[in-house]
C-alpha cells in the first residue's frame, strides 16, 4: 500500500514523525488535529489517514469543519468509515458518511451551541458504535482509530468551542499545528486542561509545512467560496452515472435541468428552517430553487435530524401539494427522509447563468415518493 504523498505536495519530515509516532500506538489513537486557519490541517489529517490507514483495514474521520469539510459538501458535520489512502491530496474526494448531520452554514458562529451539540452527538455515536475493546467472547468487536479534523476559528468563541470539543472527545493525541505569526497561534502547551492530568495525552506541536525563503509560515492557498461552488458541483454530479458525458459546469447545469427530479408530496414532510426563522406564508417562497437537507426527523428528547445529503428543490406545485426535489440520495434512504432542511447554502451562481438553463428547474417527468 503506497501512502506517500504526490511529489508536488510536501511533507516535512516534522510531520512524518508525527504520523509515524501516532500510528505506532500500543491501543487505537484518538487524534485531535487543531490549528489556525490554512495551517495545514486538512492536508495532515489527509496524510495521517494514509499513515494509520497502513496498520488498520479502517480508520474512523470525524470531520467538524463545516467550511472546508474532506468527505462531503460544505455546512455537514459528519463521520466516514475510511477503508483505502487517499492518492492524491489536491483533489476533492467526496465519500458517503456513516453517520452527518446539516449545519446549514459554513461556519459555527451564528449558532455555536447547536453546532457543539452536533459534534458530541456524532462522537457520541462513533463511541457507542465502535468504541468497544477487543474481547475474548466478540473479537470482531475492535476498537477503530478516530482522527477529527476541526476548523481554523481558533479565537474568540471559535477558541471556547474548541477547549469543550477537546474535553468532551478527550483525544488520546492532540497535534497542534503553528505557524511563524504567533499571535494567530493557539496557547502554549496543554491549552484545554484546567489541572494537571495524568500524562495519557500526547501533545505534538509540529509547524505549518508552508515556508518562505525566511522560514515564515507561509498560509496554504485556499479561496472558500469556489471551493465550495466546486464541492456542491461535485456532490451533484453523482446524480449522473460516471460515464455520462459531463465535464464543463455548462453540461452539468444543462444536464441538471433535464433530469427527472423526484415527486415528494408536501403532507409527507417538515420543514425546519436553520439559524433564522421564515413567516409560515414564505415558507415556500424560500424553499424554490434552493439547496435542502434531507434529514429524520428525531422523536427523541436531543431531537437530532440525521441527515443522508443534499437536495435542489427545483419547483414547488402548491395545487398538487407537492415538491420536486433533484438529489443523488438513494431511493432507499429518500423512502425515510420527512425533514428538510434549509440553510445558507445556494445553488453555485455559475450554474444558475449559464445560458439556455431554465432556472428554477422544472420538468413534467417525476419520480414519486410514497
Known sequence: ??????????????????????????????????????????????????????????????????????FTPPAFLSL??????TPDFTVPCLKTPERCLFFGDVSCKRDPSTYLSYVFAIYDYYQKEYGISVNGENPCNIKLPLIVNTPGWVKGVGYDVLVDMLKYISPTHVVKINTSSENKNLPAGEFWLDEEHDGTINLIEINSARQDSLNRSVPFPKDAR?????????????????????????????????????EVPIASI????????????????????????????????????????????????????????ITP??????????????????????????????????????LAIN
Open 226 to 262: 469556489p471551493l465550495h461552488d466546486i464541492r456542491i458541483m461535485a456532490y451533484f454530479r453523482q446524480c449522473f452515472s460516471r460515464n455520462s458525458n459531463i465535464s464543463t459546469i455548462k453540461e452539468l447545469a444543462h444536464a441538471l435541468a433535464s433530469h427527472c427530479p423526484y
Open 270 to 325: 417538515k420543514i425546519r428552517h436553520l439559524h433564522c426563522e421564515v413567516p409560515s406564508s414564505e415558507i415556500f417562497f424560500s424553499l424554490n430553487a434552493t439547496i435542502v437537507g434531507l434529514a429524520v426527523d428525531s422523536e427523541g428528547p436531543e431531537n437530532i435530524p440525521w441527515c443522508f445529503g443534499l437536495g435542489i428543490v427545483r419547483g414547488i406545485d402548491t395545487v398538487k401539494g407537492v415538491l420536486y426535489v
Open 329 to 366: 440520495v438513494p431511493h432507499s434512504s429518500l423512502e425515510k427522509v420527512n425533514l428538510l432542511l434549509q440553510g445558507y447554502i445556494q445553488i453555485p451562481s455559475c450554474l444558475l447563468q449559464v445560458q439556455g438553463c431554465i432556472s428554477p428547474y422544472m420538468s413534467a417527468n417525476t
Open 1 to 70: 500500500m503506497d501512502s506517500s504523498p504526490p511529489r508536488y505536495i510536501y511533507i516535512p519530515d516534522q510531520w512524518s514523525q508525527a504520523a509515524e509516532s501516532i500510528s505506532c500506538s500500543s491501543t487505537p489513537p484518538i487524534v485531535f488535529i487543531c490549528g489556525a486557519k490554512n495551517c495545514g490541517k486538512t492536508t495532515f489529517s489527509r496524510y495521517l489517514l494514509n499513515i494509520v490507514l497502513q496498520k488498520y483495514t479502517k480508520v474512523a474521520y470525524l470531520d467538524t469543519d463545516v467550511g472546508q469539510p474532506e
Open 80 to 85: 466516514t468509515i475510511v477503508h483505502k489512502v
